[in-house]
Structures are given as C-alpha cells and as structure tokens.
C-alpha cells in the first residue's frame, strides 16, 4: 500500500504511528473546554466550560527561529518544543489572556519518528505548564525541501479573556517595571549567537566558556521560560497594568509596546547586569550594550508594569511562585 508515495519519499504509515504514539502527550494536556483528543478535522474548545461569560479571544503565533539548528547540531530535540509554545502562549499572556488551547505545525523532509515524538513530548510539556491544551497540529512530510534530519516548526495559540480585562491597562508616569529573569537567550537572537561561536570556534560539545558545568550546547538550548502560573493570579485585579514579552527586538523594543506614546520606560542600568550568557556574547561578539539591548533579552525575559502601591505585594507573589523578580525601572512622560 502507498508504495509509490514512499519510494517518492513520504511514509504515511510513519505519520500514522507518529500520531498514535504523540495521542496520550495530547490528552494530558486536557482542561475544562477542551478533552484534547487527537485525530479529527478540526479541534474544538467550549468556552463556557472554561468559565468564561463574556470572553474576547486573543491569538498569537510563532516559532523558534534558527535556535533549530543548535537542536540539529547538538541532537537535543526533546526541549525545542517547549520554546515553541512559551514563544506563542507568553504574547497571548502579554494581553491580559489565559491561554486557552495551542496547535502545532512540524516539517521535514524526512520523518523520524523519534525525533518528531521528542519535539511534540516537548510541546505537550509546555502546554501542561501552561495549563493550555494541545488540541491539534500538522505534521508534513516534504523530500526536497529540507536539509538530512532538519524541519521547521511554527505554533499556534488562542487564549481568552472578560471584555474589559484585557492588558495594558491605566498605565501611568511613576508606575514601576519588575523584570523577570530568563532562563537564557530564551528563542531570539540566535542567528547573532551561532555566527559569534562560529567566529571565536567555541563548540557546542565543549564547556561553556562561562559555565563549565555544562556543554555550549546545553547552555543555549536551554528552554524558554513560561510566565502563565506566575502572572495569571496576578491577573485578576490591578495589580498588573500591563506585561511585555522580551523577544526579537529586546528591551529596547518590546517594552514601550505597552506604552501609550506620552509614555517611555526608565531603566536602571544597575538593576540590569548581564547574567554571563549574555557578558560572554558582548565581549565575544564586541557588542555595544544598545546593540545587546535591541537584539537580546539580557536576562529579563518579562516586564511587568505596576503601579508603586502595589509594588510589595506583586514582588512577593511573584517570588512565591518561583521568578526570580526584581524593579528594573519605572515609567516616565517621554521626552
């Protein structure tokens, strides 16, 4: 059966046993609205059993960039996954919404079904630590198009939240930034980070050049960090005004996208110091700390704005929860 379609290069039968093998990750992830079964055309989600009256749906997509090549490289595919959804579901949590369901999309040109269970073993992992179900995705199978044991991955998520509650929100001059700390270079920059080990010829396999306790490799594949457990609680009053997700752009970008353009952000440059990750790639790379600054998250994965009163109680909750949370600045009327 299918023979021609396998000698052409693509395998149904590898993709049916993948999908059978991935149904039990994908049910673990089930929460009220969704059962997250696999297999049909289309997946569903009920939102009134999620408890929602009067809901606005907010969608976000992404992917994980050229951090897929070190995954190829160093063969550690079984974390990739996690970026993949924390890359999507921290942009849905940046307005005010709990994730609610993700969708996968993976690529190859040729399917191996342990490397594709890793990554979707890591996809399901993120979706369980973001309480958000994974409901369905697409697995394709294209010879040609892509290079021995490489694929590309893209993600997709919705989230929900009460008209009225969506983020930013009253932000204000004198209102405090808290920046949560990364878990590393987290999905962005990584064009910049492999062209930096290429020039100096630091190998994955190696120690790290600033932590010897663990491989090059294991120090930049480390997975992005998931806010949703930490800043949803946070979510129902005011405590929290507003949050920015620090991706592509970094700081330097992403902050005053929760800023009306009265408004600018006010770092303090010594609540700011570069975790070694990041000092390494400054002076390996020769970089200036604007540089840093627009193309790195420099350690704050996340910033959250809130007003001075509530400063205390947001830090300490935030701190209950496992961030690593401190003030990095404030808001300030632009100049």
Known sequence: MNDAYKKAGVDIDAGDRLVKAIGPLAKATARPGADAALGGFGGLFDLKAAGFNDPILVSGTDGVGT???IAFETGMHDTIGIDLVAMCINDVLAQGAEPLFFLDYFATGKLEEGVAAQVVAGIAKGCADAG????GGETAEMPGMYGAGEY???G??????ERGRLLPRMVKAGDVMIGLASSGAHSNGYSLIRK???????????PAPFDESKSLGEALIAPTRIYVRSILPLLGD???KAFAHITGGGLTDNVPRILADRLAPRFDDAALDLPPLFAWLRDAGDLSDAEMRRTF?????GVLVCAKEAVDAALDALQKSGEDARIIGDIAEAQ
């Not at 930096?196 to 190696?206: E, F, K, M, N, P």
């Open 67 to 69: 951090k897929l090549k």
């Open 132 to 135: 958000c179900a994974l409901i």
């Open 152 to 154: 590309d991955l893209a």
């Open 156 to 161: 997709f998520c919705v989230g929900a939240a």
């Open 196 to 206: 930096i080990a290429a020039d100096v010829g630091a190998r994955y396999a190696a």
């Open 238 to 240: 005011d405590t929290i």
């Open 297 to 301: 998250n420099c350690g704050i994965g």
